[in-house]
């Protein structure tokens, strides 16, 4: 019982760990992206090609003077912040981040915990990600904050529909809800992706919106709302904020790639190696390279694309996503029956 | 109608592919990512400079002749040829023993160029009779105060140990014209 503890101990805060360390650097990894985006050369002075710029930039958040405006629901006001960064470390939980690893006859999953319902699970901390964001921009008491606010819950509450939609294809194919299990099923090529392409395209827009990420990043849009819900925000809480879009980023990446892209599974080789261990390890290896790739594609699409029009925003969302995501369900429930799997 | 310039514009519904969107956007990302590998345009300022043209018009030197001698005669030419009247002068007159110093027998005692004023466009050095103002690839550094942006004989005129090299400016259109006659007494 007491190893049982102290294994999940280890896990959740090598996890709780990992998940920051790649939010610091993808701060860094931006940077460096859009600099070479743009023919730039980006951060390079801090430490060997400014390496130690998270550092510098998390000490200088944290040195910086703290205001809390007078107007302000002072409670509200720290809380927002609070929860953002709370929700945005909670979806790493059913995240399968590898395989199996057994030391001295006993084995050890490589996921904080299994939860049969782990895509309910993964939807319901999403969702509660925009209490952050809602909370802050209302206890901030200013336009641009309530604006900013008021724009994430819509923008969410819209994408949340079809990227629950998208799931619901995923999980009529795979036919379970764990997410363990359906990384299980991704064997070698079998990934997702071949058979719910639609259904991938829709969720990784969803994706986009659901993290305030461009072209979906109307809560925070600096040229029209300052800086949208945070704008009243300093030093470390701010901070925060911004620190949770980027575990968000992260986190999605995750599951975009466990969902979709074959999870821990290597697509070749695999069995070459019979050290189960290897295996397991190599896995995660082979997770966090998709993980990666995905948190580029983030920021490749952030420095390629313009903001949505708000109109264009909602019309994207409740006019094209929803739909398709109903046509892909009615596509993968037809397919399903024509090659008698349901009946 | 007037200029017979106008064009129609087609407003015509976009095709399928074109509302589809997508193909747009991996276009576009299929262009920004080449920019990832391109050669990068930044110059890392203090390891790297960026190179000067040979002609490059910095900052001003009042030069001395080879004896150490100051060529300039405060002739004034080259204020009355400033088009952002940057330059002020006194002349004064060459006392008895002062011949080392000064060249002729009339002198700058005060020559003053106000940088804040100054548009680098080189006619005081085309003005100057005496090839004694140049400018050079020298950048005038950024100050915090106005006043000490105007440069006084201390500053512009150089010093024997330290002579600055205004070689590159003297392109050879520039050499050619100055071995006009009328302008021999300017040898070294």
Known sequence: ?343 | MLTNRSQTVAKKEMTLVERLYLPAILHGMKITVSHFFKKKVTINYPEERREFAKVYRGQHVLKRDDKGAERCTACGLCAVACPAEAITMVASERKKGEENLYREEKYASVYEINMLRCIFCGLCEDACPKEAIFLTDRIVPSTFDRGSNIYGKDILVETMEKRIDISPRQTKEVLDFKTHKEYAHNKL
């Open chain 1, 1 to 343: 019982m007491l190893s049982f503890v102290i294994y999940k101990l280890i896990l959740v805060i090598v996890v709780f760990s990992v998940s920051l360390v790649v939010a610091m650097y993808s701060t860094y990894a931006e940077r460096k992206v859009a600099a070479f985006l743009q023919d730039r050369l980006g951060p390079n002075r801090a430490g060997p090609y400014g390496l130690l710029q998270p550092v510098a930039d998390g000490l200088k958040m944290f040195m910086k003077e703290e205001i809390i405006p007078d107007v302000s629901n002072k409670w509200l006001f720290i809380l927002g912040p609070c929860i953002a960064m709370l929700t945005a470390l909670m979806t790493g939980v059913v995240i399968p981040w590898g395989g199996v690893l057994s030391i001295k006859g006993h084995s050890f999953p490589m996921q904080i915990t299994d939860i049969n319902i782990g895509i309910l699970y993964l939807l319901g901390v999403v969702s509660m990600g925009v209490y952050g964001i809602m909370i802050g921009g209302w206890a901030s008491n200013n336009k641009y904050a309530l604006l900013g606010a008021i724009r994430a819950s819509s923008q969410m509450i819209s994408y949340e529909l079809a990227m629950g939609f998208a799931i619901i294809a995923l999980v009529m194919h795979t036919g379970t809800l764990s997410v363990r299990e359906i990384s299980e099923m991704q064997t070698g090529w079998h990934w997702n992706i071949i058979y719910q392409p639609l259904g991938f395209l829709i969720f990784i827009i969803c994706a986009f919106a659901e993290t305030n990420r461009a072209p979906f990043d109307l809560p925070e849009c600096e040229s029209e709302l300052v800086g949208g819900y945070h704008t009243e925000y300093s030093s470390m809480k701010l901070g925060f904020y911004l620190f949770a879009e980027y575990i968000n980023m992260f986190i999605s990446s995750a599951v975009i790639s466990t969902l979709y892209f074959g999870g821990y599974h290597i697509p070749f080789g695999a069995h070459f190696i019979h050290n189960a261990n290897v295996l397991a390890i190599l896995g995660s290896v082979f997770l966090f390279a998709k993980i990666f790739f995905f948190i580029f594609v983030f920021m490749w699409v952030r420095w390629t694309l313009p903001r949505f029009r708000y109109d264009q925003l909602m019309n994207l969302g409740w006019k094209i996503l929803i739909p398709l995501s109903l046509i892909n369900i009615a596509i993968t429930g037809t397919i399903m029956y024509l090659t008698g799997r349901i009946h």
